[in-house]
């Protein structure tokens, strides 16, 4: 079964930095287009940034355009997500989710059990 | 406020039939295709509906997708106590060049 598993959640002090990793098996993770979704606390599911097969192509919500990068590393099949320049409207349930990027196709299957980001002031 | 619309909520009975909508334009659902997501209390979402109205691999044909226009609709039918869920809908948004959903649409069966 595939499987992701994300990690590097925790608490941070607005303007801080974390870095997200999702762990990739039983798929073969360079193939395949990778998303991380967020869902803040009691709210619905929010885009955050996407990136291509091979990593050359990457897109952003305008919410973290500048502030967060997405990046993956095919050979460990992991996925990361660095997110500096904080903000407590950034606390969110971290989710990374397999799926292509730019459509016209569009869908997002599997997802992690999400890592949670709690940013403080 | 999301660039997708759904209703915040939908009810029916167990056996009964419910739809859900999902609205939005030409630069999104006009143009790129759309899918369904089922999110369980506290668990994680949960693809339903692919290319607007294809179904993974376990997904029962209870569920079924639509798309006409610049609007998109998830049927359940048969509904069962084990639906109630918040259900959205996504698609990317080639204006934005980005993904977007829905605000999400909470199902009770009452």
């Known amino acids: 079964e595939v499987q992701l598993l994300e990690s590097g959640g925790g608490l941070v002090q607005s303007g801080g930095t974390l870095k997200l990793s999702c762990a990739a098996s039983?798929?073969?993770?360079?193939?395949?287009?990778m998303n991380w979704v967020r869902q803040a606390p009691g709210k619905g599911l929010e885009w955050v940034a996407g990136i291509s097969a091979s990593g050359n192509g990457t897109f952003y919500a305008d919410s973290v355009k500048g502030r967060f990068t997405i990046s993956r590393d095919n050979s460990k099949t992991t996925l990361y997500l660095e997110m500096n320049s904080l903000r407590v409207e950034d606390t969110a349930l971290y989710y990374c989710?397999?799926?292509?990027?730019?459509?016209?196709?569009?869908?997002?299957?599997?997802w992690g059990q999400g890592t949670l980001a709690t940013v403080s002031s | 406020q999301s660039v997708l619309t759904q209703p915040p909520s939908v009810s029916a009975a167990p056996g009964q039939k419910v739809t859900i909508s999902c609205s939005g334009s030409?630069?999104?659902?006009?143009?790129?295709?759309v899918s369904w997501y089922q999110q369980l209390p506290g668990t994680a979402p949960k693809l339903l509906i692919y290319?607007?109205?294809k179904r993974p691999s376990g997904i029962p044909d209870r569920f079924s997708g639509s798309k006409s226009g610049t609007s998109a609709t998830l049927g359940i039918t048969g509904l069962q106590t084990g639906d109630e869920a918040d259900y959205y809908c996504?698609?990317?948004?080639?204006?934005?060049?980005?993904?977007?959903f829905g605000g999400g649409t909470q199902l009770t069966v009452l």
């Open positions: 989710a397999r799926g292509p990027i730019v459509g016209p196709t569009f869908w997002f299957d599997p």
């Open positions: 039983r798929f073969t993770f360079s193939s395949h287009a």
């Open positions: 290319e607007n109205n």
């Open positions: 996504g698609t990317w948004d080639s204006r934005l060049s980005a993904a977007v």
């Open positions: 030409s630069s999104n659902i006009g143009t790129n295709f």
